[in-house]
């Protein structure tokens, strides 16, 4: 028997050079963007004027099997792909299980993430269609330094809101995107009406996603016609060029004779879990043999668990087009308790879809157990998890845990979809025992359902 | 011709089995420790009292060429390694330069550098010898973080000093060995006498490495006999672990049908210098085809370009056996602008030995120039590189500008030693224009050796 490496790399040549698309083989697809005043489906040519031309094509391209990689993408993703997919014997050892546990590790770039994969897409197309200007949001952070070293390397002016409560947390984040150039601003700022408007009725918030997304729209809108906004999350075209991650997960696990029994992956908006699932996903729309699947979601955001499936703005200025999806609603503030990203009240169109068929299971795990899990794969694994994708690790150690109970001999994949380097307050709550959970109400939740868009 | 790949990482079956003593090809061998008192060479047995005991053999051993890399060794690097090789093709095209230029990237692990590789050897030979305890000391952090993970895998206690200034710069490093489970104390601190004594001379003081030393020596020393102190550089058994990184880089190059004409590294102490270099150091020392090597330091702290080759000691306190090594000696204060590590007085006495003999040579570079390579460096190749690494990024540069001018196409391997995500407090001065340059006048440097203690 073949002795499976603890990291397998792909050689070059064996590298995806094509994005998959898995709308084209979605028999059902999902719900259109639809315009809120007209309740219209939204046109490509609609949309340019707030996001990028050919991001556009590809968010409403549902036909396209796959998509070429653009030569300058592929020469930018080769200074940090691939990434490895690990065995995780050390991980194994520790829960004494037989389940054989793989993980993507997509946390080797200075972004510390997998989302330096769509902003170096989106940066590439900007600079092709002749933009000069980008304004993003990011929570967390990892979107906001993806998009600076994308727009740095493709020389575009960047301007970036970053949640306030996550720049205070996390102050070498700004420092970070301003080495590569970028622009930034705590969210809520004085620069857009959005914030002067909340931050004269709230002045004490700590932002939220929602409305860093409102005040980058903003921005990008108001700065002129060579200035667009870039996603970072949610859409489908991010979860396009996402599909890197698994399309390079399957190849490495084909080339060891492997197959996943269950495929996991955090979920906030969608980006690393459509990204990891889609190739998986595409044997089970197929009717191949295919994996479980699992999204994992923050029980203080469960969107996917105890969301409505229903047309929402993606932001809390409620500026955007509408999204069918999995949602809390545009008016809820998520627990400002919980630690790093995975904090909108929505989730990807896609994905919605994918679990309003059935086709992928979610799970709602609670912040301290989740942290738990963390420091476990920290001390045996030896990389420090971003407590998002420790998410992705509480699951995949409890599913180890139960073939440890029943014997089976699972093949478990999730992703690890990056690094918590930047994250070092939410640990410190952890260890000193101040971190603790929440878990919002029916009521709090039918409360802010009552503020969807009417149908 | 073979297109070489962005990245090249060694299969599982490659890589290195057994650690490269350098000393036993050295014809002429690095002067052995002595005694501060009797001036005699330390022996082994007497150096077991401070450092684990395995380390100590391998410390004296100036005879085994190849030595066994343990298997838990082996498991533990198989998390993290190989580390890849790099192919710097976009900072070529930056420059416009004929040379060819290489990279080994030590910096995808959480310690963020090179330092892991020693850390968890000394933790196992720790625990092998049946030690509960091991404290040591830390500068710029990665020594620490390292060690924090190393002894968390093996289930030892550590306490790490961590120079006050680094941990007013660099507040989540300490929260990182946290938890890894450390204890960490500014150092100097209220535990140890020659800490209490400094803060009665001077309350103000924002530490040094060497009074970290002192302080990791003494805790170790009166905790008792199951607990050792733990080096991370300078020291011939650090090296020989480090050797790990050269022997990986030559491999690869090898696959490439590369050899490079020119090896470059940073030095502080010497591990990350010492550890690339040697493997290709002994194609030198037996004659054959070699490299040029150069060694980069900080203007700031130039032991290699303007130290005395003398007996010193290794910490402020005076209190480790003697070293005969490139030293500012044991009494110069690095000044507090140089941001990063690199600011230990002295040098790896096998370094300061191939240095004298001029197998070596070595280059003293201002900080301003460091960052601006840096900042090139992580736009164009991605990497936002340790201050430390950026000084290796200097020369390189500088050398292959000097082939653009030549039209010469040397091959540069340079070592990136780590990452710099733990010192945006350095890069934050850079970009706002407050970092300074300092270089020390002959008369600091003279003052300084008249400390040197007597031949």
Chains 1, 2 share one sequence.
Not at 405 to 431: Q, W
Request: hydrophobic share 35%.
């Amino acid at each position: 028997m073949k002795r499976i490496p603890y990291k397998t790399y792909l050689p070059e040549e064996k590298l995806p050079q094509a994005w998959y698309n898995v709308r084209a083989d979605m028999a059902d697809q999902p719900a259109p963007m639809i315009h809120p005043g007209t309740h219209e489906p939204m046109t490509a040519e609609q949309l340019t004027p707030i996001f990028i031309e050919e991001c556009c094509r590809q968010e409403t391209d549902n036909t396209t099997r796959y998509i070429d990689i653009p030569g300058p993408v592929m020469d930018y993703y080769r200074t940090y792909r691939p990434s490895p997919l690990c065995r995780a014997y050390h991980l194994e050892k520790a829960l004494d299980t037989p389940a054989k546990i793989y993980y993507k590790f997509e946390g080797n770039n200075t972004s510390g993430s997998h989302k330096l994969n769509s902003a170096i897409a989106q940066a590439y197309y900007a600079k092709k269609q002749g933009l000069e200007f980008l304004a993003t949001e990011t929570g967390a952070g990892q979107w906001g330094t993806a998009l600076s070293m994308a727009c740095a390397y493709m020389d575009i002016e960047l301007r970036v809101y970053m949640v306030k409560g996550s720049m205070m947390q996390k102050p070498y984040r700004k420092t970070v995107m301003e080495t590569y150039g970028a622009n930034v601003f705590a969210s809520p700022s004085e620069t857009t009406s959005v914030g002067r408007k909340l931050l004269a009725e709230y002045p004490d918030t700590t932002g939220s996603l929602g409305c860093a997304i409102s005040e980058a729209i903003e921005a990008a809108l108001s700065k002129g016609s060579d200035c667009r906004y870039a996603l970072g999350s949610v859409l489908n075209h991010v979860l396009l060029h996402q599909s890197v991650v698994g399309l390079e997960a399957k190849t490495a696990m084909e080339t060891l004779d492997e197959y996943p029994d269950l495929v996991i992956g955090c979920a906030g908006g969608g980006s690393n879990l459509g990204g990891l699932m889609s190739p998986f996903i595409q044997d089970k729309l197929l009717g191949k043999r295919a994996p479980k699947f699992i999204a994992v979601e923050p029980a203080s955001c469960p969107s996917l668990t105890r969301g409505r499936y229903a047309y929402d703005f993606g932001d809390t200025g409620c500026t955007t087009p509408l999204l069918k999806m999995y949602t809390l609603s545009s008016g809820y503030i998520p627990h400002p308790n919980h630690a790093g990203g995975l904090r909108f009240h929505g989730m990807s169109p896609i994905l919605s879809k994918l679990r309003h068929d059935g086709v992928i299971d979610a799970r709602a795990v609670p912040q301290k157990a989740v942290f738990e899990a963390a420091a476990l794969f920290a001390k045996v694994e030896t990389i420090l998890p971003a407590p998002e994708s420790s998410h992705a690790i509480r699951v995949a150690i409890d599913e180890a845990l139960e073939c440890k109970k029943t014997g089976e001999t699972k093949t478990i994949l999730f992703g690890l979809s990056g690094t918590g380097y930047f994250d070092m307050t939410a640990y410190s709550s952890f260890l000193d025992g101040s971190m603790t959970d929440y878990v919002p109400t029916d009521e709090d939740l039918e409360k802010a359902f009552a503020t969807l868009p009417k149908a």
